[in-house]
């Protein structure tokens, strides 16, 4: 079987990085909120470059791996709108200004890029050590829809979870916003601001996401 070379990878995630701070730097420059017409064209921009993966995947790997690159792509875009509704839950909970969401939301998925990879990379092992891990996979998905279906929710209170409770913990925090910054300098010491706080709670919600998509990624 046909192997990737690990410099392919390499490139890819540096392209992707790059792209990353390339968008962040941009919006910076702009001074102003992301309207709706811009976030609808830069939404589409990065539909645009997955897609030439994808066929950059078909050239090099054939038109089965480039099936399976595009069915996970669809299945991992689906599962993401729900994302979309507890980003704006967190937004509005640590009331962060319109000007600071581009920035803790960039920043959240270089965290969740990172936090995935080796989510990734873990399932990969166990998978290839013990076949029967994709059944427990397959188990987990099925409580998730069950609980998804017929368990009500209750609502979210991020100012209670034990993500505020440990930040609260470790590190000082200001109750103040002081522009686009994740720390301030406040009374002679270095604080985190809330918009730092919101990137951490979006970093953890997105991994507790990933509990879900990452089986039914490799269940393809």
Known sequence: MATTSIWFWLAFNAGVFVALIIDLVQFKHRGRELSM??????????????LLFNLVVWKIRGPDKALEFLTGYVIEYSLSVDNIFVFIL????????????????????????????????????LVNRFDFILYIFGAFLLVSAWRMFFVKQEPVDF????????????????????????????????V?????????????????????????????
Request: aromatic share 12%; glycine share 6%; net charge positive.
């Open 192 to 220: 985190l601001t809330p918009l730092a706080v919101a990137l951490i709670v979006i970093d953890v919600m997105d991994l507790v996401f990933a509990v879900d998509s990452i089986p039914a990624v490799f269940a393809i």
């Open 90 to 125: 967190i937004f509005a909970y640590f009331r962060v200004p319109p000007m600071a969401q581009h920035r803790a939301l960039v920043w959240g998925i270089v965290g969740a890029l990172v936090m995935r990879g080796v989510m990734i990379w873990l399932g990969i092992e």
């Open 159 to 190: 100012g209670k979870s034990w993500v505020m409770r440990c930040c609260l913990r470790i590190f000082p925090i200001t109750q103040d916003f002081h522009g686009e910054h994740f720390k301030a300098w406040v009374n002679n010491r270095w």
């Open 37 to 50: 017409r811009a976030a609808a064209q830069r939404t589409g921009i990065w539909i645009v470059l997955s």
